[in-house]
């Protein structure tokens, strides 16, 4: 399976600001996945990134608000725009894993404050 | 439309017992799979097992195993010998393999166990 390093693993950010977070990937993969999680709740499905084209967000998220860069088939991109304290969350990255599954980044913990 | 429901919000097992949790499912597609994830308090998300829904035989991975009833559209994780270092959250989730553009994986609200000494 694919290995994935995820940065930053944490940050604590005022706001109105911006915060991006980046997946490297040890292996070329077509697409990238983007989760979020807030505190004591599962796992959603923020946009789906595909290199060379733009990516597919899910109901409720927008471009605007979560631009996501997706330069070549290792490495992607999520940025968390005009954060509000409602954006602290974990941040998740995937790629397709083992037996159809995801393999996750190990996340970014965001407080917004 | 997929969903995955997970009724136990919390568990609680003795160190070195099996315990069993929870997981139906509902999807119109014919194939698909299941997959259990752990989530310890680091918020990192592990590959526990995976059972597709041709497969026959129930999928074991070491002390995980997978109570697959398809016509009860239920997927339960066993876990067997519980150690302290099975504390976590424990996630179900659901891919469809066709019918859906991106194939996303859809996740459970979690179970939370903890194993007691």
Known sequence: SAVISQKPSRDICQRGTSLTIQCQVDSQVTMMFWYRQQPGQSLTLIATANQGSEATYESGFVIDKFPISRPNLTFSTLTVSNMSPEDSSIYLCSVNGQNYGYTFGSGTRLTVV | ?117
């Open chain 2, 1 to 117: 439309a997929q969903k995955i429901t997970q009724t136990q919000p919390g568990m609680f097992v003795q160190e070195k017992e099996a315990v069993t949790l929870d997981c139906t499912y509902d999807t119109s597609d014919q194939s698909y799979g299941l997959f259990w994830y752990k989530q310890p308090s680091s918020g990192e998300m592990i590959f526990l097992i995976y059972q597709g829904s041709y497969d026959e035989q129930n999928a074991t991975e070491g002390r995980y195993s997978l109570n697959f009833q398809k016509a009860r559209k239920s997927a339960n994780l066993v876990i067997s010998a519980s150690q302290l270092g099975d504390s976590a959250m424990y996630f179900c989730a659901m891919r469809e393999f066709y019918g859906g553009a991106t194939n996303k994986l859809i996740f459970g609200t979690g179970t939370l166990l903890a194993v007691q000494p």
